[in-house]
């Protein structure tokens, strides 16, 4: 197909005449072996480009995997922010708690002390009582014989 080109091109030319032909036979090799080489440098171009699109591929996945990684690592120091936050949160929580039940066992002792004086007191108060009313009694007694 190539010769036949090269041919119709020499016709077209004129470069074929009956005293050339041994000069055209070798312009028409010449052409043939730069046709080749041609055809061998476009074949190599289209190698080399096929290798840099594929190491273009490779770099656009590098780059993705690179921006993916940086928000993951972004959202890792929030997330590991906000567990510090709950952490101390936490731990000021049950400090809290431990305060509070330190707070609500002094009431609770407080009011057992409170309880135990009203009991000596109610105690006390029924003896006054009890001996008052003995008092009345002995009283209404003696007024019952002195009468």
Not at 6 to 18: A, F
Not at 61 to 70: A, D, E, R, V, Y
Not at 72 to 95: G, T, W
Not at 114 to 121: A, F, G, R, V, W
Request: overall charge neutral; glycine content about 2%; charged content about 35%.
């Amino acid at each position: 197909d190539a010769n036949r080109q090269i041919e119709l091109l020499t016709r077209k030319l004129g470069i074929l005449s009956p005293t050339s032909r041994v000069e055209s036979e070798s312009l028409i090799k010449e052409m043939q072996d730069d046709m080749f080489k041609a055809k061998l440098m476009e074949a190599e171009a289209e190698c080399t480009i096929r290798e840099l699109q594929r190491k273009i591929d490779e770099l656009l996945k590098l780059h993705i995997c690179g921006n993916q990684l940086k928000r993951a690592d972004l959202r890792c120091k929030d997330l590991e922010s906000r567990l510090n936050q709950s952490v101390h949160a936490e731990r000021m929580i049950a400090i809290e708690m431990t305060n509070r039940t330190r707070s609500i066992a002094e009431l609770e002792a407080k009011l057992q002390q409170l309880n135990l004086k009203m009991k000596l007191k109610e105690s006390d108060a029924e003896s006054a009582l009890v001996e008052l009313k003995h008092r009345i009694s002995e009283l209404e007694f003696d007024k019952e014989t002195i009468k």
